[in-house]
C-alpha cells in the first residue's frame, strides 16, 4: 500500500504561489495515476488536478491556468505548483493516488490519500 505525505502548504497572499508536494513510499510510484483535492472549510472535497501514469493532466476549470500538476517517477513524488492565488482557493489540500488508472475526478477511484495539508490565502 502507498503512504502519501504533503508538504508545501501555509500562508499566502492573494496573487502569490505555492508550490505543493507529495512525497510516495511503499511502493512502486510509476503504476499510479496522482491526483490533488482540496476541501474548504464548510465544503465537500472537490478536485483540483490530476496527472496520468504517462504524464496526461487534468484540471478542474477553477484552477485552470494557475496551477500545474507534475511527477517525478525518480523522486516518487508528485507537485502542484499554485500561481495567482485567490482566497477561494483556501482549504486543505489532499494528494491521492490511484493504481493503474488514468487520473480521474472522482474521489472514489483512488484508492490511498494523504492525510492533507493546509493551504490559506489572506485577501
Known amino acids: 500500500q502507498v503512504q502519501l505525505v504533503e508538504s508545501g502548504g501555509g500562508l499566502v497572499q492573494t496573487g502569490g504561489s505555492l508550490r505543493l508536494s507529495c512525497a510516495a513510499s511503499?511502493?512502486?510510484?510509476?503504476?499510479?495515476?496522482m491526483g490533488w483535492f482540496r476541501q474548504a472549510p464548510g465544503k465537500e472535497r472537490e478536485f483540483v488536478a490530476a496527472i496520468s501514469r504517462s504524464g496526461i493532466t487534468n484540471y478542474a476549470d477553477s484552477v485552470k491556468g494557475r496551477f500545474t500538476i507534475s511527477r517525478d517517477n525518480a523522486k516518487n513524488t508528485v507537485y502542484l505548483q499554485t500561481n495567482s492565488l485567490k482566497p477561494e482557493d483556501t482549504g486543505v489540500y489532499y494528494c491521492?493516488?490511484?493504481?493503474?488508472?488514468?487520473?480521474?475526478?472522482?474521489?472514489?477511484?483512488?484508492?490511498?490519500w494523504g492525510r492533507g495539508i493546509q493551504v490559506t490565502v489572506s485577501s
Open positions: 511503499g511502493t512502486t510510484f510509476s503504476r499510479y495515476a
Open positions: 491521492a493516488a490511484d493504481l493503474y488508472g488514468p487520473g480521474t475526478i472522482r474521489e472514489r477511484d483512488y484508492d490511498a
